[in-house]
């Protein structure tokens, strides 16, 4: 016979050189998690609990950079945005990027209170 029988020279089903040529992709895969799927998991947690806070008098930034204020909530997924004086835009919630501040109900109090002021200063100097 020219053929000589050939033997596997590994038996067992878990050999430790599999280990050890796995190990970089499982370590890979580690870096990967707590670097890119971590911190993009949590962002889109806030986005999501931001969005499901936005409220009337909230001042917002649109996905294509326009700045206006919440004027109602019509439904869970659209709002009504003051963009300019007697403009008002229907948005679609999703595309909120962001919310610039809450407004502060003290300080709006104070400064209708000044508004007034002014007015009643100004209607009897006249």
């Known amino acids: 016979m020219w053929i000589s029988t050939a033997y596997a020279q590994g038996t067992g089903i878990f050999d430790q050189n599999a280990l050890v040529q796995f190990l970089p992709l499982i370590l890979i895969f580690v870096v990967f998690y707590f670097l890119l799927i971590r911190p993009q998991q949590r962002k889109a947690k806030d986005q999501k609990a931001m969005l499901e806070a936005l409220r009337r008098g909230d001042r917002v930034v649109t996905g294509g950079g ?20 007697n403009v008002r835009v229907r948005v679609l919630r999703s595309t909120i990027a962001s919310v610039l501040a809450k407004p502060d109900p003290a300080a709006a109090r104070e400064a209708a209170r000044q508004k007034t002021e002014t007015r009643a200063k100004v209607g009897t100097k006249e």
């Open 66 to 85: 326009i700045i206006g204020t919440v004027a109602r909530v019509d439904n869970p997924e659209e709002v009504v945005v003051d963009i300019a004086e």
